[in-house]
């Protein structure tokens, strides 16, 4: 098969939020599937295809489904991740493809995890931790979209390739959003890191790596070394004296300057670069971005994004138009990039049938 075909997409997709957990005797099944599936696509493509197939949000959801979890519940992210993670367990290095991070306290772990597998493997392991711990910071802070991160897998190879799947959540609208990063695909984790979003439902957002906000990315970053501390908390207690936009995310009602001044002091004496390294400073959060974009626009006249950058609907679409129609092209290339790697796999007769009759349920075989 002509891998060139298939895109190589990175997005966000939102799904409703599930609570609880897969059934053990589903996800011991689906660790096992997972393995084989995984075992098949290493051995005819290379673990590199691996990820960009994991980075790919439609082909992730074809995944999830084959293996038998809800197609449109949030836990399909979570629940696969972590069936991906103990299926290829013990098999890592024959593989040549790794998984790290997970779910809550396990997503914490994931620099400690990636350290170890560097010492194991020969792997300098600070290029990893970077991308890692720069995509949630992406995704939690210069996109502030409403979704509270949650969840963060980070699958890499022996040759230092990496993709990253994390998901958020939003208690209010009682979604969850998905995140894809492509590490071959990311020319800057500050400028459109991701090349296809998925969603069906948006708001309003602070997206501050919008390729428009670039004007404010510099400005932001030049406030942050140029400026005193005095006289940006100055600034500040002058903004929240003011009426902003009814249109703009923005608002001061949680901007405390007094409670910030420490934050801003150590940027000052630390002079980052640009955005990028501002952003990746310890202590640099929502609350600190936020802060720094106000007076980018209202101070200095450079506004930054407020486009939610969810840009695609989810998955391949409705029979019934809704969100969008079925996207057939994409949806014949997952089927057949699963039908193949089942075929190929290695499966006990049990799981190639139930993989097989799912796949026939929705038509397809």
């Given at each position: 098969?002509?891998?060139?075909?298939?895109?190589?997409?990175?997005?966000?997709?939102?799904?409703?939020?599930?609570?609880?957990?897969?059934?053990?005797?589903?996800?011991?099944?689906?660790?096992?599937?997972?393995?084989?599936?995984?075992?098949?696509?290493?051995?005819?493509?290379?673990?590199?295809?691996?990820?960009?197939?994991?980075?790919?949000?439609?082909?992730?959801?074809?995944?999830?489904?084959?293996?038998?979890?809800?197609?449109?519940?949030?836990?399909?992210?979570?629940?696969?991740?972590?069936?991906?993670?103990?299926?290829?367990?013990?098999?890592?290095?024959?593989?040549?493809?790794?998984?790290?991070?997970?779910?809550?306290?396990?997503?914490?772990?994931?620099?400690?995890?990636?350290?170890?597998?560097?010492?194991?493997?020969?792997?300098?392991p600070a290029?990893?931790?970077?991308?890692?711990?720069?995509?949630?910071?992406?995704?939690?802070?210069?996109?502030?979209?409403?979704?509270?991160?949650?969840?963060?897998?980070?699958?890499?190879?022996?040759?230092?390739?990496?993709?990253?799947?994390?998901?958020?959540?939003?208690?209010?609208?009682?979604?969850?959003?998905?995140?894809?990063?492509?590490?071959?695909?990311?020319?800057?984790?500050?400028?459109?890191?991701?090349?296809?979003?998925?969603?069906?439902?948006?708001?309003?957002?602070?997206?501050?790596?919008?390729?428009?906000?670039?004007?404010?990315?510099?400005?932001?970053?030049?406030?942050?070394?140029?400026?005193?501390?005095?006289?940006?908390?100055?600034?500040?207690?002058?903004?929240?004296?003011?009426?902003?936009?009814?249109?703009?995310?923005?608002?001061?009602?949680?901007?405390?300057?007094?409670?910030?001044?420490?934050?801003?002091?150590?940027?000052?004496?630390?002079?980052?670069?640009?955005?990028?390294?501002?952003?990746?400073l310890q202590?640099?959060?929502?609350?600190?971005?936020?802060?720094?974009?106000?007076?980018?626009?209202?101070?200095?006249?450079?506004?930054?994004?407020?486009?939610?950058?969810?840009?695609?609907?989810?998955?391949?679409?409705?029979?019934?138009?809704?969100?969008?129609?079925?996207?057939?092209?994409?949806?014949?290339?997952?089927?057949?990039?699963?039908?193949?790697?089942?075929?190929?796999?290695?499966?006990?007769?049990?799981?190639?049938?139930?993989?097989a009759a799912?796949?026939?349920?929705?038509?397809?075989?």
């Amino acid at each position: 098969m002509n891998t060139a075909a298939i895109p190589t997409r990175t997005g966000i997709a939102n799904l409703p939020l599930h609570y609880g957990q897969a059934p053990r005797w589903l996800f011991d099944r689906m660790a096992k599937l997972a393995r084989e599936i995984t075992l098949a696509i290493v051995a005819d493509y290379g673990p590199e295809e691996m990820l960009r197939r994991l980075s790919h949000p439609y082909w992730f959801q074809a995944f999830g489904c084959v293996l038998g979890y809800d197609w449109h519940s949030s836990g399909v992210t979570t629940v696969l991740c972590g069936a991906l993670k103990e299926g290829i367990k013990g098999l890592e290095r024959d593989l040549g493809f790794f998984v790290a991070g997970g779910k809550g306290k396990t997503s914490r772990r994931t620099p400690a995890e990636l350290e170890n597998w560097g010492e194991l493997i020969s792997l300098d392991p600070a290029p990893l931790v970077y991308a890692s711990r720069m995509s949630a910071k992406v995704d939690s802070a210069a996109i502030q979209d409403g979704y509270q991160l949650y969840h963060h897998a980070f699958f890499f190879t022996r040759r230092g390739w990496w993709a990253v799947v994390q998901q958020g959540m939003n208690e209010k609208n009682r979604y969850a959003r998905r995140y894809h990063w492509l590490g071959e695909a990311v020319a800057s984790f500050v400028n459109e890191p991701h090349s296809a979003i998925l969603s069906e439902n948006r708001g309003p957002a602070l997206n501050l790596v919008a390729s428009e906000s670039d004007p404010a990315r510099s400005t932001i970053a030049e406030i942050a070394t140029n400026e005193k501390p005095e006289k940006f908390l100055a600034d500040l207690k002058k903004i929240k004296t003011l009426t902003l936009p009814a249109h703009h995310y923005l608002t001061t009602a949680d901007l405390h300057p007094d409670s910030i001044a420490k934050i801003l002091l150590s940027t000052y004496e630390r002079q980052p670069q640009d955005f990028e390294e501002l952003l990746g400073l310890q202590g640099v959060g929502p609350k600190t971005i936020r802060a720094l974009s106000l007076i980018s626009e209202l101070v200095y006249g450079v506004p930054p994004s407020y486009r939610d950058p969810a840009r695609y609907s989810f998955a391949h679409g409705g029979k019934d138009g809704i969100p969008y129609p079925v996207d057939k092209k994409t949806y014949d290339q997952s089927i057949e990039l699963l039908r193949k790697a089942i075929n190929r796999a290695r499966l006990g007769l049990t799981e190639k049938k139930e993989a097989a009759a799912r796949l026939n349920r929705l038509g397809i075989l």
